[in-house]
Each structure stands twice: as C-alpha cells, then as structure tokens.
T-cell receptor, first 108, second 114 residues
Framework: TQLLEQSPQFLSIQEGENLTVYCNSSSVFSSLQWYRQEPGEGPVLLVTVVTGGEVKKLKRLTFQFGDARKDSSLHITAAQPGDTGLYLCAGVLNDMRFGAGTRLTVKP | NAGVTQTPKFQVLKTGQSMTLQCAQDMNHEYMSWYRQDPGMGLRLIHYSVGAGITDQGEVPNGYNVSRSTTEDFPLRLLSAAPSQTSVYFC?????????????FGPGTRLTVT
C-alpha cells in the first residue's frame, strides 16, 4: 500500500487545457515536494511546501499544501507539450516517501 | 560542475552475482540516498546517509549494503543479485536531511537480473 496516493495515474490532454493532479495520504507530513521526471532521467525538484494551506506558484504551475498537511495538489494552466512527464509527490516523515506518480501527456 | 553521477548506466547480472553501483557527488552535500523505481511503485528508499561514516536503512533495505567512507561517494552493493532486484536505481544528494533543500538525483542505473 502506497503511503502517498497520486491521482490520476495517467492523464492525456490537448495543448492549452488546464489540469489538476492530486497527492493524498492519511499521514501528516512535515513538508511535501513535487518532482518532474522525464524518460531516462532522474527526478527534478519543482517545489517544496512546508506550511499547511501554503500555495506556491511557478509560472503556469500552482502547488497547494492541504491545511492538515496530509495532501497536496498541482494545477497546470494552459498546458504545453513541454509539460509532458511523470509528476511525483514526495512527503517527509522520518525519511522521504514517494507516490507512484501521474504520467501526463500533453498533445500539440 | 558534474552534480550527481552514477555508473554504470546499464547492467545485466545473473542470479547470485554481486556488483556495486557507484554514486558520487561534487556538491559537498551531507545527505545521500539510494532509491529504486519500479513501474507503478514510485521511488522507494533503500538506504541513506546523513554524513560520512553514518548510514541507515530506508523502506526496502533487504539485499543491499551501503557504506559512506567519504562525503563524495555512496556506493550500493548487491551481494547476491535476485530477479526481484531488477529495477532502475537512483542516487540522490542534498545539503540537509530529507525534505529540506533540493534533492539532486543522478541519471539512474538500469539493472536487469536474469
């Protein structure tokens, strides 16, 4: 059983559409990170959220940490083909635990 | 600045063989870790180290050994490879413990055990 559940597992959309992916858990985390991974490469950190209710924006990407620090969401506005990749969330307890990821495909 | 490097990039082993996956970082990071990534499972922490001479087990440590004799290097040893260890292995480093500053990942080693 995954400590962090990510949904949806797969998402295929057209360029210009908006989307939201979710990362949920029953555990409380001291912080949560989102990564993006491209085929054949290691994950690259996008953002770290620490405070419950925190919202961070990175250009067209908006990250939110739940008030109870158990869940998070990633919203992408006007998706582009360059956003294609595997999006992973990772929560910090005594160590770091990753979700299985959302595989996003943005079609031109 | 090379960041985190891993060798080899690909490896095929037969059941029962041993090997060492190499990981090195040139950023003077204290914290280093090893993950394995399997389809539908995300990344799972194998072992980690908070500094030279200090290592600890992660979520899936069985079948793997590590040591940390220098700040730069953190090798992962498979003593007797099993088909269940077929996976992609990633090494990562960061300045402080998990969840703090950015974790930098290496490019990965794809291991197949037949």
């Amino acid at each position: 059983t995954q400590l962090l559940e990510q949904s949806p597992q797969f998402l295929s959309i057209q360029e210009g559409e908006n989307l939201t992916v979710y990362c949920n858990s029953s555990s409380v985390f001291s912080s949560l990170q989102w990564y993006r991974q491209e085929p054949g490469e290691g994950p690259v950190l996008l953002v770290t959220v620490v405070t419950g209710g925190e919202v961070k924006k990175l250009k067209r990407l908006t990250f939110q940490f739940g008030d109870a620090r158990k869940d998070s969401s990633l919203h992408i506005t006007a998706a582009q083909p360059g956003d294609t990749g595997l999006y992973l969330c990772a929560g910090v307890l005594n160590d770091m635990r990753f979700g299985a990821g959302t595989r996003l495909t943005v079609k031109p | 600045n090379a960041g985190v490097t891993q060798t080899p990039k690909f490896q095929v082993l037969k059941t029962g063989q041993s090997m060492t996956l190499q990981c090195a970082q040139d950023m003077n990071h204290e914290y280093m870790s090893w993950y394995r990534q399997d389809p539908g499972m995300g990344l799972r922490l194998i072992h980690y180290s908070v500094g030279a001479g200090i290592t600890d087990q992660g979520e899936v440590p069985n079948g793997y050994n590590v040591s940390r004799s220098t700040t730069e290097d953190f090798p992962l040893r498979l003593l007797s490879a099993a088909p269940s260890q077929t996976s992609v292995y990633f090494c990562a480093s960061s300045l402080t413990g998990t969840g703090g500053p950015e974790q930098y990942f290496g490019p990965g080693t794809r291991l197949t055990v037949t």
